[in-house]
């Protein structure tokens, strides 16, 4: 009776003991993604989201200024204290490799799934080559950011093709604008990929498999012929890569992304006042070439100035039909190898590049989902028809990928008469 | 410690454990209604959050001022050497690479850095920026008339252009060289001069950092003098991951976010919800609010020390913002803290836990109560018990004193009388009173040392292969004087067709039935008659059931003393005048027959009669699984065979020699082991047939002499048959006999045919 008793006594304490205090919680995670300013509101977002399913994590993103240039520095310290980090380099030669989960490996290794089923394999695939150290979270294409209200103002609406677009330039010349803005590198890769795709639409969907297998074949002489038609014409006035943006000259050539977001939105320092104003809502840029990974920056911008200026994305119409649409691969994301919670950032690898919330960081970012089926989604947007929408990836260059982008740099380099 | 205070103390120990059990349960419940209670929204926990708030400030304040103090020690050092280089007092001043050698082998940490920032970052356009301390802006000066990048000709400056005032505010990085700047020109006054958060440029860290002003010699060979002095900001850059933490060390509400922020609200360290580049974005991007209402809060908190806004809406999420001025910063900085309100929140009452509390609280008590009650009961009985114990020994022995006196009075009387008996015949008579008295007093300490023994639980059950009309004969034998003496026939029935063989200890079921027949013999009115009835209840193959019955037509029992007729020393009075007994028997014939797996019944009816059933179960034995183990006893073998008797006792010496000598034995006699031993070491081979041996003897008892003697190296040692001779009738000591290698064991006084019957056996089989 007595150890019957004893026994009783010991249960319930026990069981008293187990309904102590709170309810059983995991242990706490913090994941740590370093990135740059970019993507922020997109990956903040899709964080929050996270967070609220799995309460147990939070996700803190930091943000690094001079990225590309201190990213390896703090991945190569002793405690990084990094989870998930933007990869800069593209899959071949990619210094950052050494720091990166092994994502096709994290099953076997790790006894993880990393699932992206639901993703775009054209800008997937030039990221495995035996290994996957990171996996571009969305697509970005190339085009022309068109100030709407400055064109409207003169009657002139947003073009939908070469003839248009022609036209328009030549208006806003005469009239006194510098007609075509943006970054030089980014004008150039612009003009490349367009004069890439123009190629293949010249020589015709059938013909596509086997150019796509010899890119040699691609006259880059033709592609950049566009481009120097352009600079001929007066449309894009070759200058110094660096230009006062305090005296007034809005010429090619800009900085960093804010300082373009201003020339767009004719956002200028006040002397009187010391701070930054806007000058008008009519701006004085009617086109500025950039990818859509500039659409958050200019969305800020617009905001922050309270601009009137409306604006709209448009492929560059260097086509008679429209403009052509390169899927090109952005934010590339990865796992740092020093993780101590690699099984809840693959979580969250997980949880990003599952349709629904890609395609919700994509709506964020301004930029196109990573998902099998994004030509909807640039239909929808862009109103390109399928057959001028050309993948990333599906192109075998016989110089990779990489190497192309460089020799198109070079090429730009050639016109600007600059040394890189 | 005695027994009941063992258990009182167990009661206590119970007692007090339960207890400490009831106030921890009372505790869990206690407490979850406390943390509902402290998780609700009210004035008290925005109290405690903006407490939280102050106190951060206070920590991070710690934290950094002995830091500050310690750059500002060092750099108003070496701008002295820098002066009073300057005055030509010494050649030059510390170089950068000089203050930062010092720092970082004198001041190594895991966490903190050092660096040393020129305040001459644009010199592209001009040689300096000046700070606008009154308008708190940056203002180039001595502007250069060319733009140069390395040798190359950038931009030429327009003749007359005034530049425009250096804006650093528009990024996180630019508002760092803005605060070398103004650091530089801004003498040290003690206070903590923070700077935003920024990128280390050698590990890719947010840093937190602080700042102090100096000048340094910086070396330039092209220069006459060698160099040049320079106007610096030495930062010290706390890895801000580490100021996280130990925000977090403090973080009384696991929610809470922190960031401390400059009056541009720039981050100068920050965790939780808190991002985007500054504050003013966080607020714009985040939370339902418009620029206006961001440029409220900042208002709000330049203007006090302390404040908070309720209920801001950020992700969607209310949130309450509490904001605290950082008093010893030099300059307008703040820590902020947002903690979402659900957080305050009654994460209502834990119902489940409380109620699994309170079901603990109330089983607790209820066990606490039972068994309580049941350990006092038990206690209590045993104390009853102990105090019952108590008065039966009492009894027993003033009982016994007794039953022992009124014997020995009548021996001793008797043989008093004997004495002086005048003639044989009367002296004869006087000897059968004594021989009588003998003998109940015999069957007494027999009784009495019987109940002992089971008792003790010393008794044991000695199964041996009997006959069925053997044990009825035995006892029917035996009882038959003893019946004739009193009058009473004694009428036997046994409806056994067959003389089965079974198995049972015949010496405790004799002395059951002999109990139970002298008992219906004394209570049996003269000339009357007793039933001695065996009944086949059923058998089969294996075993056979068989009901004793003894029935007498006498006085019976009245139904009050049948209730209690089992107890030890229980006797009606009525019944045991006149007639003797020391009221153990019925009493040894209960236990015995529970002992033995039987049952027992009794009916009487006063002044009728009384029937007493006794049932068994029996194993029957076959021909082949035992033989008979009766011997004829042939006492003429005896004759001329020697026997060594071993007694120290002198009558008892007597009876045997006189038993022995009677049947043609020649008697050798030996007072103790010892000289038993000598004497059989003697003797010639072979020479004693067998020897009785005493067991308790004074110099070496029959144990250790029996065990000597089949210890000697002779041939006779091994096999002369030895038997014990004892008062210890027990089985412990039969055991220990047969251990030091006796043959068989007799028990005092001796039962003369039991004794030849061994004899003759044992004599017998030493001849084989």
Redesign the interface.
């Known amino acids: 009776?007595k150890k019957l008793?004893v026994s009783?006594?010991f249960l319930?304490?026990l069981?008293?003991l187990a309904?102590?205090g709170e309810k059983v919680q995991e242990d706490?995670v913090t994941l740590r993604v370093l990135g740059k300013?970019t993507t922020?509101?997109a990956i903040?977002e899709a964080a929050?989201r996270f967070e609220k399913l799995h309460t147990n994590v939070?996700i803190?993103?930091?943000?690094?200024?001079?990225y590309d240039?201190?990213?390896?520095?703090?991945?190569s310290?002793d405690a990084?204290?990094v989870d998930l980090f933007l990869n800069t380099g593209i899959v071949e030669g990619n210094p950052l490799a050494k720091y990166c989960v092994n994502l096709l490996d994290i099953e076997s290794e790790k006894n993880l799934a990393f699932d992206y089923s639901d993703s775009l394999d054209c800008i997937v695939k030039p990221y495995i080559n035996e290994h996957m150290h990171s996996i571009p979270l969305m697509a970005m294409v190339y085009g022309v950011y068109v100030n709407k209200t400055l064109l409207n103002h003169y009657g002139i609406n947003v073009p939908s093709n070469y003839a248009k677009f022609m036209s328009a330039l030549e208006f806003v010349k005469e009239k006194g604008y510098v007609p075509i803005h943006g970054n030089p590198m980014e004008i150039a890769a612009s003009f490349a990929f367009s004069g890439v795709c123009l190629e293949l639409e010249k020589k015709g969907k059938a013909d596509i498999d086997d150019l796509y297998g010899n890119a040699e074949n691609i006259d880059t002489a033709e592609i950049f012929a566009i481009f120097n038609d352009y600079v001929d014409k007066g449309y894009i006035v070759l200058n110094?890569p660096?230009v006062?943006v305090?005296d007034g000259n809005y010429e090619l050539g800009y900085n960093d992304n804010?300082e373009m977001a201003r020339s767009f939105f004719n956002i200028k320092?006040d002397?009187t006042e010391?701070?930054?104003k806007k000058c008008d809502d009519l701006g004085r840029v009617p086109f500025l070439i950039a990818s859509t990974e500039f659409a958050e920056t200019l969305n800020n911008c617009k905001?922050?100035y309270s601009s009137e200026i409306e604006y709209e994305f448009i492929l560059l119409p260097i086509s008679e039909a429209s403009g052509y649409a390169y899927i090109l691969p952005t934010h590339a994301i990865s796992i740092c190898k020093t993780s101590e919670n690699i099984d809840y950032a693959v979580e969250f690898l997980n949880f990003m590049f599952s349709k629904e919330e890609n395609v919700n960081i994509a709506n964020v970012s301004g930029e196109f989902p990573n998902v099998y089926d994004i030509n909807k989604y640039i239909n929808q947007r862009l109103g390109v028809p399928e057959k001028f929408i050309f993948e990333y990836g599906k192109l075998e260059f016989k110089k990779d990928e990489y190497g192309f982008l460089n020799f198109v740099f070079k090429e730009a380099d050639k016109i600007y008469g600059m040394e890189r | 410690m005695n027994q009941r205070e063992t258990k009182k103390r167990n009661i206590i120990g119970m007692i007090v454990l339960t207890n400490i059990g009831l106030v921890i349960a009372f505790s869990i419940v206690l407490l979850s209604y406390t943390r509902s209670y402290n998780s609700k929204l009210n004035e008290n926990n925005m109290a405690a959050v903006d407490f939280t708030t102050a106190s951060q400030c206070v920590l991070f304040e710690t934290e950094f001022e002995l830091e500050q103090q310690k750059i500002d020690t060092i750099a108003e050092f070496v701008t002295k050497a820098a002066n009073e280089g300057k005055n030509g007092a010494v050649k030059k001043g510390w170089t950068p690479e000089e203050l930062l050698d010092f720092f970082y082998s004198n001041y190594n940490s895991d966490y903190i850095y050092y660096q040393v920032v020129s305040d001459t970052t644009f010199k592209g356009w001009c040689n300096s920026i000046v700070y606008d301390d009154e308008n708190d802006n940056l203002q180039a000066a001595e502007y250069k008339t060319k733009w140069l990048v390395g040798e190359k000709i950038l931009r030429t400056r327009p003749e007359g252009a005034k530049f425009a005032i250096v804006d650093y505010s528009d990024s996180t990085y630019d508002a760092v060289q803005k605060h070398t700047v103004k650091c530089a020109n801004k003498p040290i006054d003690g206070g903590l001069r923070l700077s935003p958060e920024f990128t280390y440029y050698l590990n890719g860290k947010k840093v937190t950092s602080i700042s102090t002003p100096c000048v340094l010699w910086e070396e330039d060979e092209n220069l006459p003098d060698g160099g040049f002095y320079q106007n610096y900001v030495l930062y010290a850059m706390f890895e801000s991951s580490y100021i996280v933490k130990e925000f977090k060390a403090n973080d009384r509400y696991k929610e809470m976010s922190f960031a401390i922020v400059n009056a541009d609200a720039n981050y100068v360290c920050r965790n939780g919800k808190f991002t985007s580049d500054n504050l003013y974005s966080f607020m714009a991007r985040h939370a339902d609010m418009s620029l206006e209402a961001q440029q409220d809060i900042f208002a709000s908190m330049v203007s006090n020390d302390l404040g908070s806004d309720m209920g801001k809406s950020i992700y969607g999420i209310s949130y309450y913002v509490s904001y605290k001025k950082i008093d010893k910063a030099s300059g307008n900085y703040f820590m902020v803290t947002l903690t979402p309100t659900d957080a305050f929140k009654a994460p209502e009452l834990n119902i489940p836990l409380a109620v699994l509390s309170i079901l603990f609280a109330v089983l607790l008590i209820a066990l606490n109560g039972i068994y309580g009650a049941i350990l006092t009961k038990r206690v209590l009985r045993s104390i009853e018990a102990e105090k019952q114990a108590s008065n039966y020994k009492t009894d027993f022995i003033s009982r016994i004193s007794h039953d022992i006196r009124t014997p020995m009075n009548g021996i001793l009387s008797m043989a008093e009388f004997i004495t002086t008996a005048k003639t044989l015949e009367e002296a004869k008579g006087y000897n059968e009173s004594v021989m009588e008295s003998g003998r109940y007093l015999l069957a007494l300490v027999n009784d009495v040392l019987g109940i002992s023994r089971i008792e003790r639980g010393k008794m044991n059950i000695d199964l041996e292969p009997c006959h069925r009309f053997d044990l009825r004969e035995s006892v029917v034998n035996e009882i038959r004087t003893f019946a004739k003496k009193n009058s009473i026939d004694i009428y036997v029935d046994d409806d056994g067709e067959n003389d089965d063989c079974i198995m049972m200890d015949k010496m405790h079921m004799k002395q059951i039935l002999m109990n139970l027949l002298t008992n219906a013999i004394k209570f049996s009115y003269k000339e009357g008659q007793v039933d001695f009835i065996i009944t086949t209840v059923w058998r089969d193959d294996k075993t056979l059931k068989l009901r004793y019955t003894v029935r007498d037509r006498g006085i019976g029992m009245s139904p009050e003393f049948a209730k209690k007729m089992y107890e030890p020393f229980e006797q009606e009075n009525k019944m045991a005048v006149g007639l003797g007994g020391s009221g153990l028997g019925l009493h040894i014939v209960k236990i015995l027959t529970e002992a033995m797996g039987g049952k027992i019944e009794c009916e009487t009816i006063e002044g009728k009669g009384t029937t007493f059933t006794v049932e068994f179960v029996h194993r029957i034995i076959y021909e082949g699984d035992t033989g008979n183990s009766k011997i004829d006893v042939d006492l003429k073998v005896l004759t001329g065979k020697r026997i060594l008797v071993v007694e120290d006792n002198d009558t008892n010496m007597f009876i045997v020699n006189k038993l022995l000598e009677d049947k043609g034995v020649f008697v050798h006699k030996a007072s103790n082991g010892l000289e038993a031993l000598h004497m059989f070491e003697e003797s010639a081979q072979g020479f004693f047939n067998l020897i009785l041996m005493d067991v308790r003897m004074p110099v070496m008892n029959g144990i250790e002499a029996s065990q000597k003697i089949r210890s000697l190296e002779r041939s006779d040692a091994k096999r002369v048959p030895i038997i014990a001779m004892t008062a210890d009738a027990f089985d412990e000591d039969r055991g220990k006999v047969f251990e030091a290698g006796m043959d068989a064991h007799l028990t005092k006084p001796l039962v003369v045919a039991d004794f030849f019957e061994v004899v003759v056996r044992l004599i017998k089989g030493e001849e084989k």
Do not use: S
């Open positions: 009776m008793f009783v006594i319930i304490f069981t008293g309904g102590c706490f300013t922020n509101l903040e929050y939070k803190e993103y930091e943000y690094m200024q001079n240039a201190l990213l390896e520095k703090r991945l310290c990084p204290e110094d660096i006062d305090n804010d320092y002397e010391r701070k930054y905001q922050n």
